[in-house]
């Protein structure tokens, strides 16, 4: 059974920084797309960032307009996890955050909630002002 567990979600202050981790089980995930959505209270699920592999060693990642120059996204396949490292947070990167994975395709093509196979249960990051 595949299972995709986030943590590191908490309440910071405005500037602060958070790594959110997402750890995979069940299979390997090493040449399939991952990526992190968001959820704010009363809004759709939005697309953050996502690593696509590149064959090889090679990840490619693309992240949100939104997160640019704040946010970037790593991997560590030797535990099967995926980071999502946040710096200089503000109020309105409150939300539920998403790990997803695709079951097979080593690209994530849009930024449609549509693509994952598989979610984590999501981790609350709250940034106070």
């Known amino acids: 059974q595949v299972q995709l567990v986030e943590s590191g979600g908490g309440l910071v202050q405005a500037g602060d920084s958070l790594r959110l981790s997402c750890a995979a089980s069940g299979r390997t995930f090493s040449s399939s797309a991952m990526a992190w959505f968001r959820q704010a209270p009363g809004k759709d699920r939005e697309f953050v960032g996502a690593?696509?592999?590149?064959?090889?060693?090679?990840?490619?990642?693309e992240l949100a307009d939104s997160v640019k120059g704040r946010f970037t996204i790593s991997r560590d396949n030797t535990k099967n996890t995926v980071y999502l490292h946040m710096n200089s947070l503000k109020p309105e990167d409150t939300a539920v955050y998403y790990c997803?994975?695709?079951?097979?395709?080593?690209?994530?093509?849009?930024?449609?909630?549509?693509?994952?196979?598989?979610w984590g249960q999501g981790t609350q990051v709250t940034v106070s002002s």
């Open positions: 997803a994975a695709k079951s097979s395709g080593s690209t994530w093509f849009t930024h449609a909630i549509y693509e994952a196979n598989y």
């Open positions: 690593l696509s592999w590149g064959g090889g060693s090679t990840y490619y990642a």
